[in-house]
């Protein structure tokens, strides 16, 4: 079972994927954890530059960037999350497929369509939880928790609004997909999250 945590900067999701690894484990599950994009992604020099660039990137570099992020995603399931689920083990992943949908769209890319199809081999997710929460509230968390370390896409208003408009809107695959608030106490969302995984596998079980 492949469940993918997506939502924006701040939101929450890796924290919850912690929270929930800790409840299935202690369910006796073989759980195992990542995340994407790859290192191999995120320290190429352009890919910096698409998250610190003051103006948008011109549209053929974002397209070929968002080549390279399918690239590194097929590679990623192949190499590491693939193996793992042939074992029958549980993965949860820091972000997947929408988030490159989401973010890509939003950059500047509108063809929907394309970012899709250049995805086409990556497996959808068997689940996806949306953290939902205001980009204010989002921005304010990055910000007290490490200012420095932000690039400037994290703490663009504008486009964090954008980005979360979309991953609302879903302009993908609707199977699974659960929407939820990211500003209730963590136990709250811990255990709405932990109701879904649980019937997502008594569902396997019938």
Known sequence: MLIAFCGIDGSG????????????????FDVYTTKQPSNWYRSDS?????????????ELLLRELALFSAADRLRHYQTEIQPILKRGSIVLTDRYVF???AYFHARG???????IDINKYVPLPDMT???DIPVEIAID?????????????ELNKDRMNQIREIFLAQPWSKENYYIIDGTQQLEM??????????NYLNRLEV
């Open 13 to 28: 999701k890796t924290t919850q994927l912690k929270r929930v690894q800790s409840e299935l484990e202690s369910m006796q």
């Open 46 to 58: 352009r890919v910096k530059q698409l998250m610190n660039s003051e103006n948008d990137l011109d």
């Open 99 to 101: 988030s490159a949908y």
């Open 109 to 115: 890319i509108s063809d929907m369509e394309w970012l």
């Open 129 to 131: 939880i949306f953290l």
């Open 141 to 153: 968390r990055i910000i007290s928790r490490d200012v420095e370390s932000a690039n400037k896409e």
């Open 189 to 198: 969302i811990t255990a709405n999250i932990l109701s879904y995984v649980k």
